[in-house]
Every structure is written in C-alpha cells, then in structure tokens.
C-alpha cells in the first residue's frame, strides 16, 4: 500500500480495520518516512503476504493514523522534516494508549551517537539503510515476539516492566525465574545512583562496565525497558550528558523493582 493511499485514510473511524491482534492474520506494521522510493523497499522486502503494511509520508500523519488504529509496529525514519522520527516516537512513548508499541527506528547514520539518541527516545531498536532485506526481516521478527502486543480489551500488565512471558520462556521454571529476579533486585536496585557516581568522578570506563553488566543482566530477565535504558548509557558518548539517560534508568528500575516485589516476592522497592 502507498504512502499516498494511507495518508488519504488516516482519518478514516476506528472500525475500518480489524484492531483485535489475536484474531488478526497479518502482523499490522505501520512505516513512516517521507521518502516514496524508502517506502517501496520496505514494501518490497516485507510483502504482504507476512505483514498488513501502512505507509504514512509524515509523523503528523502517523499520529493521526495510530489514533484511529492499531499497530503491532511502528518503524520510523529518524530524519524527516517539521517532526522527526525522534519526536514522533517520544510522543509515541508519552501516550498510555501507544506506549507499549515496540518502535524500530531508520537513519543512514550508523555511529554511536545516534545509537543513543534512539534509544533515549525509547526506540526499542535501531536499524541502518541501506537495507540488508534478510536482516531487516530478521530483526522485525524478533521485535514482534519480544514486545508481543496484548489483544484489545484484556487488562493491562500487573507487572509492568517484566516480560513475565519471555522470561518464563527463557527461564523454563518460575522457582528459577523468581529466585533470579530477587537477586537483580538485590544486585541492581542502587545501580543508577552508583552510576551517577561514576560520571560525577568522570570515570566513564567504570560507568560503561556497569551498565554493560545491567544491560545483559537486565535482558537476560526480560526486563526490557531497564535493558534498553542501561544499553543507551553504555553506549554513551563521552561528550554526552548522561542525566536525561539516568534519569530514564531510574524511572525504569522503580517501575521494574516494585513488579519484581510483587511477582516474585522478597525486597523489591524504589530504586532510589
């Protein structure tokens, strides 16, 4: 489908497609770029015989479009005029209607930096063009099972911050899974305030070593929103303020540690 086609439609009622993801056939994907020639890669590399494809030319008119209907995912180029692909993600990440929508961002530039600013703004993922079409399948893949959408209707997570179903998946046994939980919680609950030690001694080297370990520690839990946070902390750019980024840590950990209270017992409580 065109960009030209959904942008007509982006207004149209809430009923004009099937919104309930359980009982949908195709992923429903939803691609953002203001470059016709972009847009018909993605369409040629994803068909539609795997996914239920939109095409939206501006940001403006995706938020249109994510008020009417439901995505599975959102992919965004980062650069795009009036609002860019790291704004409309934040506005993205700030609604509680659209936030638990994975975001996949685009951008030619490949360097660290950028990296940072992407997950800062809550990207779950960063790809660079030009598209490798294996890869880019791959990596939509992975995102769709890991940031699996709930149907429309059922309750929100009593856990928020845990993917209590990927973890259990990589756990097998919740005795395992819990008892591991209460051992970040002991490890990592004091992590942000230890980091913002490390920067306020500008030893970067010991700063990147422990959010290294958050983030693979954190990912192996399955909680990804203090992995996402603590991957963009360790891919910090020196000359980069690391406060909005801890601030962002913080938040996710107290978010995580009063779930891991609740779902696997023991001491949880803030992060601060």
């Not at 990927?166 to 942000?192: I, N, P």
């Amino acid at each position: 489908m065109t960009a030209s086609d959904d942008d007509a439609r982006a207004g149209a009622p809430a009923t004009a497609v099937a919104v309930d993801v359980a009982a949908a056939r195709k992923p429903v994907v939803l691609v953002v770029d203001d470059d016709e020639f972009q847009l018909k890669i993605i369409e040629l590399f994803l068909g539609p015989q795997t996914y239920e494809l939109h095409c939206m030319s501006s940001a403006a008119l995706a938020l249109v479009w994510l008020r009417n209907r439901r995505a599975d995912l959102v992919m965004v180029d980062v650069q795009m005029p009036d609002m860019d692909g790291l704004d409309l993600t934040r506005r993205i990440k700030a609604s509680p209607m659209l936030s638990q929508i994975p975001v996949l961002l685009m951008s030619g530039q490949g360097e660290n930096t950028m990296l940072v600013h992407c997950l800062d703004a809550g990207a779950q993922d960063f790809v660079v063009k030009p598209f490798e079409r294996v890869g880019l399948q791959a990596k939509i893949a992975q995102l769709l099972t890991l940031h699996a959408l709930p149907s429309v209707g059922a309750a929100p997570s009593p856990h928020p911050g845990i993917n209590v179903k990927r973890g259990l998946g990589v756990w097998g046994r919740k005795e395992d899974y819990t008892l591991f939980l209460r051992k970040f919680a002991l490890t990592y609950a004091d992590c942000a305030q230890r980091l913002h030690s490390y920067y306020a001694q500008q030893d970067g080297t010991a700063a990147r070593s422990l959010a290294h370990k958050l983030r693979g520690a954190a990912g192996t839990m399955a909680l990804d929103d203090v992995a996402r946070c603590a991957g963009a902390l360790e891919m910090l750019d020196p000359d980069h303020d690391p406060q909005p980024s801890l601030a962002r840590l913080q938040q996710a950990l107290e978010v995580v540690l009063a779930s891991i209270a609740t779902y696997a017992g023991g001491q949880g409580g803030p992060a601060g």
